[in-house]
């Protein structure tokens, strides 16, 4: 079975760096997409990153082109993502989620979900 868990969040200031990290502690990591959603006080889930299975593909929100790189590393059964150039808009709770075809930017769509990191991006 699944089991992610995000590590990696906490306080940086603005312009700093973050890179967060979600595990999966089953057999068949590389067998699954993966995406980032993040999610801030009053407002809803929305799309971060994705990629997939072999990581040769990465799909990104218009908001986090450029400062954002989502890698995997499936030996590891790990997926990074690298912020940068971090804005007190990026400051939301950080899910990680797994998806077993494809990758994709709806939530509703993936199999499996982390618990959550706190990114606060102070300015």
């Known amino acids: 079975q699944v089991q992610l868990v995000e590590s990696g969040g906490g306080l940086v200031q603005a312009g700093g760096s973050l890179r967060l990290s979600c595990a999966d502690s089953?057999?068949?990591?590389?067998?699954?997409?993966m995406g980032w959603f993040r999610q801030a006080p009053g407002k809803e889930r929305e799309f971060v990153a994705a990629?997939?299975?072999?990581?040769?593909?990465?799909f990104y929100a218009d908001s986090v082109k450029g400062r954002f790189t989502i890698s995997r590393d499936n030996a590891k059964n790990t997926v990074y993502p690298q912020m940068s150039s971090l804005k007190r808009e990026d400051t939301a709770v950080y899910y990680c989620?797994?998806?077993?075809?494809?990758?994709?930017?709806?939530?509703?769509?993936?199999?499996?979900w982390g618990q959550g990191t706190q990114v606060t991006v102070s300015s």
């Open positions: 089953g057999r068949t990591f590389s067998n699954y997409a």
């Open positions: 989620a797994a998806e077993r075809s494809y990758p994709t930017s709806y939530y509703n769509q993936y199999d499996y």
């Open positions: 990629i997939s299975r072999s990581g040769g593909s990465t």
